[in-house]
């Protein structure tokens, strides 16, 4: 599983104009199965997603498809986690 951190860059300014297309990345996203949560970073500091069922390569090509990474709106970070021990309600996680 996998922890992405979308943190706003200086170019912060032009998410308005990409966030229809931010958005639909995100749609898919979880329509495709891979991500679990999606969310802001406190205070207005970006984003986050709990992404699974996927590879780090191709979470890595995932991630530069959003318009928010490809225009440079915010950095992305890509953080593994192998879970240990998990509440019985995620346990699908342990995979």
Do not use: C, Y
């Not at 297309?21 to 495709?32: L, R, S």
């Not at 970073?41 to 928010?68: C, S, T, Y």
């Amino acid at each position: 599983m996998f922890i992405v951190f979308l943190r706003f860059s200086d170019n912060k300014s032009r998410a308005a104009q990409l966030l229809a297309g931010h958005n639909a990345w995100i749609k898919k996203g979880f329509d495709n199965g891979v991500f679990l949560l999606a969310g802001g970073l406190q205070p207005n500091a970006g984003g986050a997603l709990f992404a699974h069922n996927i590879d780090r390569a191709k979470l890595e090509i995932l991630v530069q498809e959003d318009p928010f990474v490809a225009e440079r709106v915010v950095s992305a970070e890509i953080h593994e986690i192998t879970p240990g021990q998990v509440d019985e309600r995620l346990a699908f996680l342990k995979g």
